[in-house]
């Protein structure tokens, strides 16, 4: 029998907390309608503890455990709408820096589906602890599993604002760090 689902392989590089950085093409499904592929973002959130990576020029599939994953940065090819699908509800975005468990430390803009007005970052990642969450860098988009996160804080330090510049709604968090 043959178990084998159209994919889509969508390049991207990611960094495991015991390998190091790689490269590979997560395998994504179809859509048979056409209408509606699932994201990485959506892939990497799901249920599934096993992502499939093709590596290697051999095309070799391997089961990665998204939860060993710190982060992933999708190719530069890749279209914005198979990385996250932003404009499905209300949104905001706070500037922020981020320091990973590796060390790396990241500054953008942490993307952030509002479930109320009032949401502030804390909020946010601390009812998503086995979640990836959208770092946006200029034009590169960053997914960090909230898991590898050892804090987080306002870009540009201590005299951080109430409201971000650019946000939508006031509220934000000075620090947040992951237990």
């Known amino acids: 029998m043959d178990h084998r689902i159209p994919k889509r392989r969508v390049p991207v590089s990611f960094w495991c907390a015991d390998r190091g950085a790689a490269e590979g093409r997560i395998l994504l499904d179809l859509d048979p309608t056409g209408r509606r592929h699932p994201t990485i973002l959506s892939r990497l959130n799901s249920p599934s503890r096993f992502i499939p990576v093709e590596t290697g020029p051999d095309g070799r599939v391997e089961l990665c ?27 905001r975005e706070e500037e922020t820096d981020v320091w990973l468990t590796d060390g790396s430390r990241l500054s953008g803009r942490i993307w952030m589906p509002l479930e109320r007005p009032t949401q502030r970052l804390s909020d946010f990642v601390n009812q998503r602890p086995d ?33 971000s510049r650019g946000s939508r709604m006031s509220g934000g968090d000075a620090l947040v760090v992951n237990p």
């Open 131 to 163: 979640a990836f969450i959208v770092l946006r860098r200029d034009r590169e988009v960053q997914l960090l599993n909230v898991a590898a996160v050892a804090r987080m804080g306002w870009a540009g330090g201590g005299d951080a604002p109430r409201t």
């Open 65 to 91: 455990n998204r939860s060993r994953w710190l982060r992933l940065v999708p190719g530069p090819d890749v279209p914005a709408d198979d990385v996250f699908a932003p404009g499905r509800g209300p949104s």
